[in-house]
């Protein structure tokens, strides 16, 4: 290669490296990586370290020892750090192998996904909507609305989610027969009917978001309402709910931002519960009886996912935060 | 008057199920599912327990884990966004590898530990600590950082005092102060996380019922005698008012700090410190 | 926006109105538990079979309650001389769903393979094979008599069905993936965690003609079937009261009740299907102590103890180890084995030399079991025992169970068998490590030349495993399945709901 070429390659990597932004990306791509890796080598000694293999759960309790052995064998082979070499390599290769039954376990996280990801987004969607709209008006008023939104908050946040779910449930679908109790209708087969069956898991999921969100939501534009800014705006004549919303609109992006992140991440193993009682097939329940059956490759390749999708979310989160900020931008 | 609202609350039902945990379960299946009798005002369930004296222990079990676990975990992650904030370069990667902690799933967790056959209670607790330590430590470090930068404890520690006094008698107990609201909220997050763990049957054991399981246990029975669901669940959401109204009168806890500010936070703080170095404001 | 709301929620009624409708011949099952694998030939389940079984796989023959052989894929079945082998000829008109032949060839793959996977089977032929003798014919020659063979082969727990040799090839880490078997249904789909759908196979060679001749009348013939996996209760009741579901399966016996005053509900299955086994581990210094294992049967009520488990109805106290479905193996005269006694098991718990130890016992959350353990620990205080409850999840306490330092006795449920002898708990090397006598008095009893003189020799195994108490069996239950009352003719055949005849009532 020419020497102008490689110099000028030397120049623009620098720009890119100096580049205060870039450089931010970078630092967190890297610590990112770092998590992910740090977590597989976590969730790989996990699974090797826990006593009981599916052997016990597949063969049945009169196969004999040659048999178990035999199973065993063709699980795990070579030294632990080969192995756990091949376990990465899979997961970077897509190619996640099969799982304890034999079945393939690409297409079983990315169906459970699909499901997943759908209640998780529509339920922070949903609650994003009603938490800011709700904290906006309560945030200029001190009564009645305030106290509700507390009282409605901590009721929610001190119920398990599956007795929100039982006994929404029990309203929804015995009293009033409005929506499928569980089971998951395909989008291809119905649009409604896959909406329906979702409605209720959605539903207990946004709920849940809501208690938390309120409150923090309705707290910061209140502590907003103080600030300098607020003032200024307060004497060019703007009042009320409309003055709330100006003041906080900029500052609560990054909130917004954060606290969906958060959400998202959360509800991927907290919709266990839920998809186990609206016999839904996601990611949870999928990771809860893939741990439970001691599968140990499926267990292994579902966190990693998982852990991926929620670095990204949580990157993405930042990322939003760093641009609607302008403080930020010029800090460097 | 929250403050004190809230610690009526809790201090009566501490003091009730402590006072009649002393009594006799006793389980006799004749009377299963029996309603309620002079002696069990609050009936009896499916193996024909007194549930007054079921939800008593039940109560004080589930409140002393929790106690246990969330102290454990506020004292090791302290302990941990000290040390991280001694460190001036590898926060970032320390953040990341506890990020990986968080990450893990409780249920994960709970299943692995019951490998280990002679952990027994700890089981549950281990799992708790796993999963509060990394958030503790998360907002610990935020307000550490936030509180070191403060210009007081900035013109302390470049005057004569010495700096473990600055540390001891300054720092720590503005982050006590800082971050005591956290405790009350993870509080009764972990009494919800310990259910949810029961339900999937990975909780305590049988013997030691926990308000989880017992709820995990009456939502069988919820068509025909729902009043056995129905007391449990009154008595978490007065636990969880009481905690409610103690940690937001103690101390202004925003959970935005719960996650990835913590850039922002540290720029804002540094961001700060340089405009006081340039000379600015 | 005020007026974008009710639009919304009259969509998402909409939504719900969407239900199939029973004319398409489809019928929703609920089940509480997902088989860890659809290979039944290697795991026994109670759910795999009931999908699976008769459905999509066959075996070659049945044995009724009768006793006699009802041929499915066979059509005669021939014992040597004597009984040192058996012959079968195969009917040559079977298809699998793949469109291949069935030949002797896939018969020999899959029966070798079974005995391969069942040491039990495989020992009491002395290790011997099935192989072709050509023109749809197989054989079998042991070293010793094969009179109780078609028991193992019409009704083990690990089914002796048959397979396409290409699905047998074609397997993935020991376990069959391409469920392909003979069956008046097929498997369309297999959703993990979510759902198994079968389909008519229209070619089918039985009665399909006969059924499908149903359609002339008013009634709609099913043919599709769809299995949810439904682990919590609450929901499959709920579902099939509002009309998700058409059957579910496990009813909880506080249900039955409700489910009784309803009249379009139905319920089906009074037969037992297992029992409760409380093992103790005869390794462990507690276990081994007889007098000890004697004072802990006479200080438990059994009904009680049941009851802790299922509730009201759903159970039969019997001490006798195998179910109400094999009669010739049932004694009378066990309820003195049966009884309570406390100042007796006071007394022997003294003279067994009990200084106080804890008597661990160890179960799982699965299905309630987990009460027993409680109302024992509790019924064992009574008289001066301490105990201590080790709760694990299902595959924990599999695993568990093999490590004889962690439990002095475990609980667990064990699904009917057609011979004693198959009781995993009566096999030598199985946790719980019966004595050797013992296990030596048990085999003998395969050693029979009929069912009649095995049930003689059982008679006295039984009374003498009364006296030894290596298991106590407190009772026996059954399994409850609720359908929509416009289903007809589903058949319960094992304690299982059979859908091949099965049509919808205009």
Known sequence: ?332 | MRLRGGIIILGLILAFSFAFSFLEVGIDLSRSLSGASLTSPLGFDDLGRNYLVLLARGTLTSLFFSFISVSISFFLGTLLSLFLSLLKRGYELALSILDSVRMLPVTVVAIFLSSFFLLGELRIVISLVVVFTPMFTRISFLKLSEIRNREYILFLSKSRVSRSRVFFCHVVPHLWLSIRGAYGVYLSTSILLESTLSYLGLGLREERPSLGSIMANAKDYMLYRPSLLIYPTLIMLLISLSLYLISSSLGEFDSSLKRPLKGKLVNIAKFSSNRKARGES | MKRILPFLFALILLASCDRVSHDEGLVRIALSSEPPTLDIMINPSLSGRLMLLRNVYERLFEIDESGEMDMVLSESVEFGEDKRSLSIKLREDVYFHDGSKMDEEDVVLSLNRWLDKYKTASDYVHGARFYSIGDYSVEIDSEGSLALFPYFMASSSQSAVIMSRESIENENLGLVVDIVGTGPFKLESYSKGEKAVLTRNMSYYGTNDEILGISDSQDDIVSRLEYYFVPEALTRRIGLESGAYDAIGDVMSYDVAAFEDNENIALLGEEETGSIALVFNKRSSLGSNSLFRKAVSLSLDFDALMKSCYGESGYVVDSNYMDSTEPLFRLSGDSIYSERDLERAKSLIKESGYNGESFRILTSNLSNMDKIAVYMKSALQEVGVESEIIMLDWAGMLEARKDESLWDIYISAFTSVPLPSMKSYLMEDFPGWIDRNDAERVEEVLNSDSLEEASLKWSEVQRALWESLPVIVPGHYTTVYALDSSLDGVEMIDGMPDFRSSHYKK
């Open chain 1, 1 to 332: 290669m020419g020497c102008p070429i490689s110099g000028l390659l030397i120049i623009k990597s620098e720009a890119i490296v100096y580049n205060p932004l870039m450089k931010r990306v970078l630092i967190r791509l890297l610590s990112v990586f770092i998590t992910l890796f740090v977590l597989s080598l976590m969730v790989f000694l996990m699974i090797e370290g826990s006593l009981g293999d599916s052997s016990s759960l597949l063969l049945s309790e009169d196969a004999g020892e040659r048999e178990i052995e035999l199973y065993s064998q063709m699980r795990e082979s070579g030294p632990f750090f080969v192995r756990y070499l091949s376990f990465l390599a899979s997961f970077f290769s897509f190619d996640l192998g099969y799982s304890a039954n034999g079945l393939l376990i690409a297409p079983m996280i990315l169906s459970a996904l699909r499901i997943t990801l759908f209640i998780s987004f529509s339920s922070v969607l949903i609650s994003l909507v009603i938490s800011l709209l709700w904290s906006l008006f309560a945030s200029v008023r001190d009564g009645f609305s305030y106290r509700a939104l507390e009282a409605f908050s901590i009721f929610i946040s001190s119920l398990p989610s599956f007795v929100i779910s039982l006994f929404l449930i029990l309203v929804f679908s015995l009293k009033l027969r409005w929506f499928p109790t569980s089971g998951y209708v395909r989008i291809g087969d119905s649009f409604l009917g896959f909406l329906g069956s979702l409605f209720l898991p959605i539903l207990v999921l946004a709920l849940m978001h809501m208690s938390l969100m309120l409150r923090v939501f309705r707290s910061s534009f209140r502590s907003n309402l103080g600030s300098s800014y607020s003032l200024v705006l307060r004497s060019e004549g703007a009042k009320g709910v409309r003055l709330s919303f100006l003041t906080s609109f900029r500052e609560s992006i990054p909130l917004i931002a954060s606290l969906s992140a958060d959400s998202l991440a959360s509800s991927f193993s907290g919709s266990a519960v839920v998809e186990s009682i609206f016999a839904l097939p996601g990611v949870g329940s999928l990771l809860v009886s893939a741990s439970l059956s001691r599968d140990f490759r499926l267990t292994g390749s579902i966190l990693m996912v998982v852990a991926f999708l929620s670095s990204i979310f949580y990157l993405l989160s930042e990322f939003v935060a760093f641009l609607s900020d302008p403080r930020e931008r010029r800090a460097r």
